[in-house]
């Protein structure tokens, strides 16, 4: 007599080998509604690391968790004036324009400065620059650009200067509440899908305002309502204060937070100098991370590299050595990413480490439990 587990077993494998046939059915009329490629497995995709543009501020590509901004995704830069957003954003286009990535920077504004942007290291003769007259028009012109998949870094700055046309064209006294929102709401709408297809990275700068009448809690909002805000991957406000070298002020101490982060763990920090005649002094933050890891060893106003045998007297004279000792510079940097990978790689273990001492108590205990249940 045949055991009733072999109709089972049978039952089951037909079941799985018609599952299997309907599964494959399925993807293939899908494909054939909609394209080849409209429905992929995460293994055919890929995953893990991201395709990004250095921000040009290691600090903030640690910040961010994926080494810059990622392409393919929305990005917001907000925050209080002067505090570096359009120049973090020209940074952006110097990396993407080395990694041979076409840019394109839609100037709401009208204020573009073609001088300071070549001190970042943009450069202007390949960089298309859009001024338009209006928000829709910018918007459109945005999405035209991302649309084309020709260009890697699309910028907009600034969110809050995309004026609808409708307020441009009618009276003082005419009530628009409303209108700039819905507009930004009709481009995110068509914008995070186009720009993840072609994988263009989007910049978006906003300004920021205050709520009337809060009590509780921070006033502080962003114009244009608040489909940016969902629409974007990562968000960071910047901010910066004076930084002088004595009674001179010289530049702004910038700093980032990441307020929003699909990517990688938000809430982390990073803060940088700009510098007004140089850009973003590089040199200043890798003296500083160079001192804290150990490579360069401060004692008073002296530091000394002594894998050359170097040494310095005042942090201005160290500076200006590492600003303009490209050699130097490079090997310094070297030394403090091989430091940060040692103690990342440190976090890791620890926390494997940590993972194996938990399962094997809990192995150890539900043998215990077994034990016990026999007896």
């Not at 049978?10 to 599952?19: E, L, V």
């Not at 921000?55 to 968790?65: H, P, S």
């Not at 002088?244 to 990688?264: L, P, S, Y």
């Not at 890791?348 to 043998?367: C, N, P």
Request: with cysteine; net charge negative; aromatic share 6%.
């Amino acid at each position: 007599m045949t055991p009733l587990t072999y109709y089972v077993r049978k039952s089951m494998a037909k079941a799985k080998k018609t599952d299997k046939t309907e599964e494959v059915d399925i993807i293939a009329e899908i494909e054939k509604r909609f394209g080849a490629g409209s429905l992929v497995s995460m293994t055919t995709k890929g995953s893990g690391g991201y395709d990004v543009i250095p921000t040009g501020v290691a600090r903030l590509d640690r910040a961010l968790g994926t080494g810059g901004w990622v392409r393919g995704r929305i990005h917001e830069i907000f925050g209080p004036q002067s505090g570096g957003k359009s120049t973090l954003c020209l940074s952006a286009i110097a990396n993407a324009q080395k990694l041979d990535l076409r840019v394109a920077y839609v100037d709401a504004e009208h204020a573009l400065d073609l001088s300071w942007a070549e001190t970042i290291g943009v450069d202007t003769d390949t960089m298309m620059v859009a001024q338009p007259d209006f928000g829709e028009q910018a918007l459109d012109i945005a999405c035209a650009l991302a649309e084309s998949g020709k260009f890697g870094l699309v910028v907009v700055d600034s969110v809050a200067a995309l004026t609808p046309k409708a307020e441009l064209e009618g009276e003082m006294t005419d009530n628009h509440v409303g209108r700039q929102a819905r507009m930004m709401g009709m481009a995110m709408r068509k914008l995070t899908a186009v720009a993840s297809r072609t994988k263009t990275c989007m910049l978006f700068v906003n300004q920021i305002r205050e709520k009337v009448g809060v009590m509780f809690g921070s006033p502080e909002t962003t114009p244009a309502g608040k489909a940016l805000l969902f629409a974007s991957s990562i968000r960071v406000r910047v901010s910066g204060k004076k930084f002088q070298e004595g009674d001179t002020v010289v530049g702004t101490e910038t700093t980032v937070k990441v307020v929003k982060n699909k990517m990688a763990p938000p809430f982390k920090e990073a803060s940088f100098t700009i510098n007004f005649e140089n850009g973003i002094d590089r040199a200043h933050d890798l003296l500083d991370d160079a001192v804290e890891h150990g490579i360069i060893e401060k004692a008073g106003a002296s530091f000394t590299y002594a894998p050359r045998d170097l040494k310095w007297h005042g942090r201005p004279n160290t500076l200006e050595v590492l600003r303009y000792d490209d050699e130097l510079f490079a090997e310094v940097l070297g030394l403090v990413r091989t430091s940060l990978d040692k103690a990342d790689q440190a976090v890791r273990e620890a926390k494997e480490a940590k993972r194996a001492k938990i399962l094997a108590k809990s192995g150890a205990a539900m043998a215990d439990t077994g034990e016990e249940g026999e007896e």
